[in-house]
C-alpha cells in the first residue's frame, strides 16, 4: 500500500471520529453505546485463523473459554463446572456448567469442546504440543469429555487457560470442523456479546449486541475469569487512525475507552480528571522485537542474524516511543519479558552493550551479498511504527541493502504469511509488537514456542532447543525452580540462535472516561462488568 492510500485511510478514520458527534435520533441517553478505539481496523473474525490483537478482542467478546486466567494469572474455571486428573496426570475429565447456549440457542456440548480444541490445537503452538502429548480427546457424553496423554504434559490447565494468541475458544462443532488456516463462514459463539454481522465495515468499524442468553458465572469477575456480566445494551470497535483525533474524541466524550492512549497524549490525558489512564505493569507489558525471516536470504543465515542482533539499540529504540519515565526498560533480553515468571536474561551478556561498528564487522565476515531485505513497516501503528523508523535506520547503518515497504498492518499481516521469495511478493524482516500475555510463558512465546514447527511465519529452528523444550513441557507447573532453570537455558539458546531479537519492552496504557465504573484492567480491552455512572 502506498502513501497516498494510508493518507486516505487516515482521513477516512479522521472522519468516522468527527462523524461521533452527530446526534443518534434512535437512542436515548440510557441506550448510548459503549465505544472503544482499537488499536487497529478489525479485518479477520476468527481467532484461530489470525494471530492479530483485534481478532483476538473480537474473540472475548463473542466466544468463550473452558478456563481463564484471574488477575493473578491462575486458572480458574469458565465454561467449565470444574475438572479432575488421574494420580498420574495422565488422565483429564472435565465437565461443563450447565445453561451454556450458542448465540443461536442451541445448547453447547462436550462434542464442541472436543472439536475447538482439536482445531486450536492444529494451529497453536501449545495446542499442537499439547495434542502432541495426547492419546485421546474424546466426549463421554452431552456434557463432559476425557483427555488422556500419551506421556506427561505438565501445563494442561495453562494450556487451557492460555490468554492471548491463539486463545482456545469454543465454537459449535460444525464449525470448528473448518480447516483452522480457513476463516469459519459465520460467527456463533456463546459469549457475553452478539456480533452485528450486518454492520461490520472491515478495517473501520464493528459493533456489538448484549447476548440475553449468556448466564454468567457465580462468582465475582477476577481478570479474565468470573462473572462476565454485560451492562450496556451496545458496544462497537472503531478504528481511528490519527492519534490527535482519538485524544480529542476521548476527552470531549465521543469515544469511552482507547485501547492504547496515545503517547504523545499522555501527559494531557494523565491531567484529565474525567479520564482514567491504566498503570500496564508485568504481563501487561509489551516487548517489541524483530521477526525475521529464517527460510530465506540474508536472514537464513545465523551470522547475519548476529550482526543485526547485535546493531540493534534497545535503549534508543525504545526512546523512540517518547514515553514518560518509568513506562519502559532500558534494556531487556528476557524472551519471556522481564518481570514475569519464567523472566530470564541468560545469554545476553555480549548484547548488553550494542555495538554498531562491531555489528559492521560482524555482517562483513558473514558473508553477506548485498542481498535485499524487504522490510514491511507497518506506518499506521501507533505502537509499531516509531520503534520501525529507528530500526530501518539501524540496519541501514550496518550495510543492509533495505527495501522499506510502508502500508497498514492489515496488510502486513497478509504478506507476513507468505513463504514466497522476496522477488515474488515475500518479506524480511517484519517489526512486531506481543503484551506479556504472548511471550510469558516459554510454550507459548512466539519467538520460542514454535520452534521447528513451521508455525510462525519466520520459519526459525533451533535443533539444541527442542529437547529443552521437550523438558519445559514435561515438568510439572508445581515445580516451578525447575522450570525456572529450563527457561533460563531456553532463552540462552533462543538468543544465540537469533530466532526473535527483542527491541524493547514497554507500556502502552489504556485510557477510558473516569464515568465507566468497573473496568477490568488485564493489559487489553474487555467490555463486561463495565456501568456508566449516573
Given at each position: 500500500?502506498?502513501?497516498?492510500?494510508?493518507?486516505?485511510?487516515?482521513?477516512?478514520?479522521?472522519?468516522?471520529?468527527?462523524?461521533?458527534?452527530?446526534?443518534?435520533?434512535?437512542?436515548?441517553?440510557?441506550?448510548?453505546?459503549?465505544?472503544?478505539?482499537?488499536?487497529?481496523?478489525?479485518?479477520?473474525?476468527?481467532?484461530?485463523?489470525?494471530?492479530?490483537?483485534?481478532?483476538?478482542?473480537?474473540?472475548?467478546?463473542?466466544?468463550?473459554?473452558?478456563?481463564?486466567?484471574?488477575?493473578?494469572?491462575?486458572?480458574?474455571?469458565?465454561?467449565?463446572?470444574?475438572?479432575?486428573?488421574?494420580?498420574?496426570?495422565?488422565?483429564?475429565?472435565?465437565?461443563?456448567?450447565?445453561?451454556?447456549?450458542?448465540?443461536?440457542?442451541?445448547?453447547?456440548?462436550?462434542?464442541?469442546?472436543?472439536?475447538?480444541?482439536?482445531?486450536?490445537?492444529?494451529?497453536?503452538?501449545?495446542?499442537?504440543?499439547?495434542?502432541?502429548?495426547?492419546?485421546?480427546?474424546?466426549?463421554?457424553?452431552?456434557?463432559?469429555?476425557?483427555?488422556?496423554?500419551?506421556?506427561?504434559?505438565?501445563?494442561?490447565?495453562?494450556?487451557?487457560?492460555?490468554?492471548?494468541?491463539?486463545?482456545?475458544?469454543?465454537?459449535?462443532?460444525?464449525?470448528?470442523?473448518?480447516?483452522?488456516?480457513?476463516?469459519?463462514?459465520?460467527?456463533?459463539?456463546?459469549?457475553?456479546?452478539?456480533?452485528?454481522?450486518?454492520?461490520?465495515?472491515?478495517?473501520?468499524?464493528?459493533?456489538?449486541?448484549?447476548?440475553?442468553?449468556?448466564?454468567?458465572?457465580?462468582?465475582?469477575?477476577?481478570?479474565?475469569?468470573?462473572?462476565?456480566?454485560?451492562?450496556?445494551?451496545?458496544?462497537?470497535?472503531?478504528?481511528i487512525a490519527d492519534a490527535a483525533t482519538r485524544a480529542a474524541a476521548l476527552q470531549n466524550g465521543e469515544v469511552d475507552y482507547l485501547e492504547y492512549a496515545p503517547v504523545d497524549f499522555l501527559p494531557l490525558l494523565t491531567r484529565d480528571r474525567r479520564l482514567t489512564v491504566a498503570s500496564a505493569r508485568g504481563v501487561a507489558q509489551l516487548m517489541g522485537g524483530l521477526a525475521l525471516n529464517h527460510a530465506q536470504p540474508p536472514f537464513d543465515n545465523i551470522k547475519v542474524r548476529q550482526a543485526l542482533q547485535m546493531a540493534l539499540d534497545q535503549s534508543e529504540i525504545v526512546a523512540a516511543h517518547g514515553l514518560p519515565d518509568g513506562m519502559s526498560l532500558p534494556l531487556c533480553q528476557s524472551m519471556t519479558l522481564c518481570g514475569t515468571r519464567y523472566?530470564?536474561?541468560?545469554?545476553?551478556?555480549?548484547?548488553?552493550?550494542?555495538?554498531?561498528?562491531?555489528?559492521?564487522?560482524?555482517?562483513?565476515?558473514?558473508?553477506?551479498?548485498?542481498?535485499?531485505?524487504?522490510?514491511?513497516?507497518?506506518?499506521?501503528?501507533?505502537?509499531?511504527?516509531?520503534?520501525?523508523?529507528?530500526?530501518?535506520?539501524?540496519?541501514?547503518?550496518?550495510?543492509?541493502?533495505?527495501?522499506?515497504?510502508?502500508?497498514?498492518?492489515?496488510?502486513?499481516?497478509?504478506?507476513?504469511?507468505?513463504?514466497?521469495?522476496?522477488?515474488?511478493?515475500?518479506?524480511?524482516?517484519?517489526?512486531?509488537?506481543?503484551?506479556?500475555?504472548?511471550?510469558?510463558?516459554?510454550?507459548?512465546?512466539?519467538?520460542?514456542?514454535?520452534?521447528?514447527?513451521?508455525?510462525?511465519?519466520?520459519?526459525?529452528?533451533?535443533?539444541?532447543?527442542?529437547?529443552?523444550?521437550?523438558?519445559?513441557?514435561?515438568?510439572?507447573?508445581?515445580?516451578?525452580?525447575?522450570?525456572?532453570?529450563?527457561?533460563?537455558?531456553?532463552?540462552?539458546?533462543?538468543?544465540?540462535?537469533?530466532?526473535?531479537?527483542?527491541?524493547?519492552?514497554?507500556?502502552?496504557?489504556?485510557?477510558?472516561?473516569?464515568?465507566?465504573?468497573?473496568?477490568?484492567?488485564?493489559?487489553?480491552?474487555?467490555?463486561?462488568?463495565?456501568?456508566?455512572?449516573?
Amino acid at each position: 500500500m502506498n502513501l497516498a492510500n494510508i493518507v486516505r485511510r487516515g482521513l477516512l478514520a479522521s472522519a468516522l471520529a468527527l462523524a461521533l458527534t452527530a446526534p443518534t435520533l434512535a437512542q436515548g441517553a440510557a441506550e448510548k453505546p459503549l465505544r472503544l478505539v482499537v488499536s487497529a481496523g478489525l479485518q479477520v473474525l476468527d481467532p484461530i485463523t489470525s494471530p492479530s490483537f483485534i481478532t483476538r478482542n473480537f474473540g472475548y467478546m463473542v466466544f468463550d473459554t473452558l478456563v481463564a486466567q484471574d488477575s493473578q494469572g491462575e486458572p480458574r474455571p469458565q465454561m467449565l463446572e470444574g475438572w479432575s486428573s488421574s494420580a498420574d496426570g495422565l488422565t483429564w475429565r472435565f465437565t461443563l456448567r450447565p445453561g451454556l447456549e450458542w448465540h443461536d440457542g442451541k445448547p453447547v456440548t462436550a462434542e464442541d469442546c472436543v472439536a475447538s480444541l482439536k482445531r486450536w490445537g492444529a494451529r497453536d503452538s501449545t495446542g499442537r504440543r499439547l495434542l502432541a502429548a495426547t492419546a485421546s480427546l474424546t466426549a463421554d457424553n452431552a456434557t463432559q469429555f476425557t483427555l488422556v496423554l500419551s506421556r506427561p504434559f505438565g501445563g494442561v490447565i495453562d494450556a487451557l487457560a492460555k490468554p492471548s494468541v491463539h486463545v482456545p475458544f469454543i465454537m459449535p462443532a460444525r464449525l470448528a470442523a473448518t480447516p483452522p488456516t480457513t476463516p469459519v463462514p459465520e460467527i456463533i459463539g456463546s459469549g457475553p456479546f452478539l456480533f452485528n454481522a450486518s454492520e461490520w465495515v472491515p478495517g473501520e468499524k464493528a459493533t456489538f449486541r448484549r447476548n440475553p442468553r449468556y448466564v454468567p458465572r457465580a462468582e465475582p469477575a477476577d481478570g479474565l475469569a468470573g462473572a462476565k456480566q454485560v451492562h450496556v445494551e451496545r458496544a462497537e470497535f472503531i478504528n481511528i487512525a490519527d492519534a490527535a483525533t482519538r485524544a480529542a474524541a476521548l476527552q470531549n466524550g465521543e469515544v469511552d475507552y482507547l485501547e492504547y492512549a496515545p503517547v504523545d497524549f499522555l501527559p494531557l490525558l494523565t491531567r484529565d480528571r474525567r479520564l482514567t489512564v491504566a498503570s500496564a505493569r508485568g504481563v501487561a507489558q509489551l516487548m517489541g522485537g524483530l521477526a525475521l525471516n529464517h527460510a530465506q536470504p540474508p536472514f537464513d543465515n545465523i551470522k547475519v542474524r548476529q550482526a543485526l542482533q547485535m546493531a540493534l539499540d534497545q535503549s534508543e529504540i525504545v526512546a523512540a516511543h517518547g514515553l514518560p519515565d518509568g513506562m519502559s526498560l532500558p534494556l531487556c533480553q528476557s524472551m519471556t519479558l522481564c518481570g514475569t515468571r519464567y523472566a530470564s536474561e541468560a545469554g545476553s551478556e555480549a548484547l548488553r552493550q550494542p555495538n554498531l561498528e562491531r555489528a559492521r564487522q560482524m555482517l562483513k565476515e558473514s558473508g553477506y551479498n548485498n542481498e535485499r531485505v524487504v522490510f514491511l513497516h507497518s506506518a499506521t501503528s501507533a505502537l509499531i511504527n516509531p520503534m520501525a523508523m529507528v530500526v530501518v535506520d539501524r540496519m541501514k547503518r550496518l550495510g543492509l541493502n533495505v527495501d522499506q515497504q510502508l502500508m497498514d498492518w492489515a496488510v502486513v499481516a497478509q504478506r507476513w504469511s507468505s513463504r514466497e521469495p522476496v522477488e515474488r511478493g515475500g518479506w524480511s524482516a517484519v517489526p512486531v509488537v506481543y503484551t506479556g500475555f504472548d511471550l510469558a510463558d516459554p510454550l507459548s512465546n512466539m519467538g520460542i514456542g514454535y520452534n521447528c514447527t513451521g508455525g510462525a511465519p519466520w520459519n526459525y529452528c533451533d535443533e539444541a532447543l527442542t529437547p529443552l523444550l521437550q523438558r519445559f513441557e514435561a515438568t510439572p507447573g508445581s515445580d516451578l525452580e525447575a522450570r525456572r532453570a529450563l527457561a533460563a537455558e531456553i532463552n540462552r539458546r533462543a538468543l544465540a540462535n537469533v530466532n526473535f531479537p527483542l527491541t524493547g519492552q514497554f507500556s502502552a496504557p489504556a485510557a477510558w472516561r473516569s464515568e465507566l465504573q468497573g473496568v477490568i484492567d488485564v493489559g487489553f480491552p474487555v467490555l463486561w462488568n463495565i456501568r456508566r455512572a449516573r
